[in-house]
């Protein structure tokens, strides 16, 4: 069945670019999103990318996708405290949307 | 226009007993997932409603119900509650059901089962 995959966890300063990464096996998958969470609150969309899409910049995101390693990522430049959250990569095809486990952001002052 | 809303946002319940949670969708949009969020298990898909009609199905048993109703509000009830059940309830609107349809997301429902 359909899997997506991403690492836990992800520490960086305040000022950096973070980089989340994330893989998924669903070869039909249409859409590929990134949603946020922060704690106590549910998921707030922050981008998607159409699956014949390379590259989507939006402000300070950057979605990269490579179709043939179906590897997905999210950059976050300059990041800030308040980018501090749990991050979830989806996938949509014909089927519901299917989650990774979340990457946990932590930004250091 | 006003995003997702559930309600309650919190919930205490013990064991055995039965509890509804509701889900008013975007205006506009037709249809309506329910997934459930625990730290072990990470989101998983309960179902899916479409115009009253529940369109699919995740892998819960059959303790997990739901409805939608012609306004395409939601609701979906939890019979003979389990401790395991205790997680975040959250509910999501879209369009349609087809996989271009982007999916937003309520603030969720935090149940505890004591």
């Known amino acids: 069945g359909e899997d997506v995959e991403q690492s836990l966890f992800l520490s960086v300063r305040e000022g950096d670019s973070s980089v989340i990464n994330c893989t998924y096996t669903d070869s039909s998958s249409t859409y590929l999103y990134w949603y946020k969470q922060e704690p106590g609150a549910g998921l707030q969309l922050l981008t998607y990318i159409f699956s014949n899409m390379d590259m989507k910049q939006d402000q300070r995101l950057t979605v990269l996708l490579n179709k043939k390693d179906k590897h997905l990522s999210l950059r976050i430049a300059d990041t800030q405290t308040g980018d501090s959250a749990i991050y979830f990569c989806a996938e949509a095809g014909n089927t519901p949307l299917v989650f990774g486990k979340g990457t946990r952001l932590s930004v250091i002052a | 226009k006003a995003g997702v809303t559930q309600t309650p946002r919190y919930l205490i319940k013990t064991r055995g007993q039965q509890v509804t949670l509701s889900c008013s969708p975007i205006?506009?949009?037709?249809?309506v997932s329910w997934y459930q969020q625990t730290p072990g298990q990470g989101l998983q898909f309960l179902f899916e409603y479409f115009s009253e009609t529940q369109r699919n199905k995740g892998n819960f048993p059959g303790r997990f119900s739901g409805r939608q109703f012609s306004n395409s509000r939601s609701e979906m009830n939890v019979s003979t509650l389990e401790l395991g059940d205790s997680a975040l309830y959250l509910c999501?609107?879209?369009?349609?059901?087809?996989?271009?349809?982007?999916?937003?997301f309520g603030p969720g429902t935090r149940l505890t089962v004591l």
């Open positions: 999501a609107s879209s369009l349609d059901t087809s996989g271009f349809s982007t999916q937003y």
């Open positions: 205006s506009g949009h037709r249809s």
